[in-house]
């Protein structure tokens, strides 16, 4: 068995938690390992001959969950042969209560870290504020027009670096084994509020619409996702139509002692930064 360190091991460590979790750790003083296909560390859930010398030497891993939910299992139990002794799992809000064709993937991460020997969290966010800028809804909303099928049903949307920082807690503090965490922003805004906020601060003209679900998924395929993917986004959605995602939870307050970053003042920063231009 592998010597139990200090050292922290991101999995997705360019990804929009994974990134941001890499900076607050080192800000910290903490040892920490970037790892994605591109990072500074090479890790590829497809190439299992990566993932031994990713872990080596550390004693917690940030995990972002495989899309096959027997690799995670996989990966775990190995990990902690090799001295994990702690896992801080990334999942989403409402995966409990979504259909479970939705993401298996973030469900197995999560049953992989619960039958384990090691110590874990489970945080489970909103969506995040990024999603409008850094990938997803980007493109549209520079294009004019986000269309998707959620009505007027609210979103605590959460910011990436609010989850980050909450990880790097989880990850560097005693006392949160066993828990599952639902991070959100302060106040929940429908997709329409959303977009007229990104509107106006950007000073472009863009309008939200909402499709049926049908509709949606008749747009997505013509964009080239697949049929399952099609299908895994409208459950998706169903469950945010159905208000699962809706109530704004106090937990990034509870964890951080700060407010969560506000949607406002999110898009007042990705807008100065050309995030729509």
Known sequence: ??????????????????????????????????????????????????????????????????????????????????????????SGRGIDRIDREFSPSMLGAEEAVRASDAHWTIIRPNNFHQNFDEDLWRQPLVEGRLALPM???????????????????????????GQVYELSG????????????????????????????????TEVLAEGWSEADAAALNLMFAGMRAGYLAQPTDTVRRLLGREPIDFDTYVEHAASAGAWS
């Open 1 to 90: 068995m592998t010597k139990e360190t200090n050292e922290i091991l991101v999995i997705g460590g360019t990804g929009k938690t994974g990134r941001r979790l890499v900076r607050a750790l080192r800000a910290s003083g903490e040892r920490v390992r970037a790892a994605s296909r591109s990072g500074e560390v090479l890790f590829d859930w497809t190439q299992p001959d990566t993932w031994q010398p990713a872990v080596a030497g550390a004693s917690a891993v940030y995990l972002i969950a495989p899309a096959d939910p027997a690799v995670a299992d996989d990966f775990v139990s190995r990990a902690v042969t090799w001295g994990v002794g702690r896992f801080v799992a990334l």
């Open 151 to 177: 009505d007027a049903t609210p979103e605590p949307f959460v910011d990436a670096q609010d989850i980050a920082d909450v990880a790097a807690t989880l990850l560097t503090e005693d006392g949160h084994h």
């Open 186 to 217: 302060r106040r929940a805004l429908t997709f329409a509020e959303a977009v007229a906020t990104i509107a106006e601060v950007s000073g472009r003209a863009i309008r939200y619409v909402e499709l049926t679900p049908e509709e949606y998924r």
